[in-house]
């Protein structure tokens, strides 16, 4: 699986879009991209995934450019309770099944 | 529709005895992977296993370590004879399938060996 780089930690005010940059240079055309945030110590959330086009679901937006080298997941109004290590994960659509979790990005909501 | 499940979510050893951590997976789902955390540090692959089969086990430890998922009840993951570098959180995620399918996560059980 490509491997990811995420900036360590982000601020993002309270009812402000949070915007989380990914870089997956490496990335195959058959890996996808997924995103997980883990909230303290509880267990990764699964937040969004896609291959090549922009995806939209209720939790937040995930665009990835044309090249497919990078990624941004969007968080539209962060709320105080989005305060997490987020996770970009690519992984190949057949082969290796496990996830590979680097070490995210620490996401802070100010009040 | 529950999510993953995992018992207990905190459990105490002493150095030497046995730790069973059991994860019953979604509903429909037959797949299930296990990965660890240890404080301070980000998730890693355990081992992967359908009913009754292992299917990949590369990232768990040669010794002391274990897995099944038999036919019936929860997916158990044994730990004999724990050490204190065995205190980590420990997370059982489940997948209706491989390929594609996106793999949803337990609350985990927190071991903490005195």
Redesign the interface.
Known sequence: DAKTTQPPSMDCAEGRAANLPCNHSTISGNE?V?W?RQIH??????II?GLKNNETNEMASLIITEDRKSSTLILPHATLRDTAVY?CIVRV??G?????????TRLTVIP | NAG?MQNPRHLVRRRGQEARLRCSPMKGHS?V?W?RQLPEE????MV?LQKENI??ES?MPKERFSAEFPKEGPSILRIQQVVRGDSA?Y?C?SSRG???D???????T?LTVL
Do not use: E, M, W
Request: glycine share 14%; net charge positive.
């Open positions: 996808y997924y997980y110590s509880q267990g990764p959330q699964y995934h996770y659509a057949a290796a099944n496990n996830l590979f979790f680097g070490t995210g | 993953v797949h992977y990965y980000g998730l890693k692959f992967y299917i990949d990232g959180a997370f995620a491989t390929v594609t996106t793999q949803y996560f337990g609350p985990g927190r």
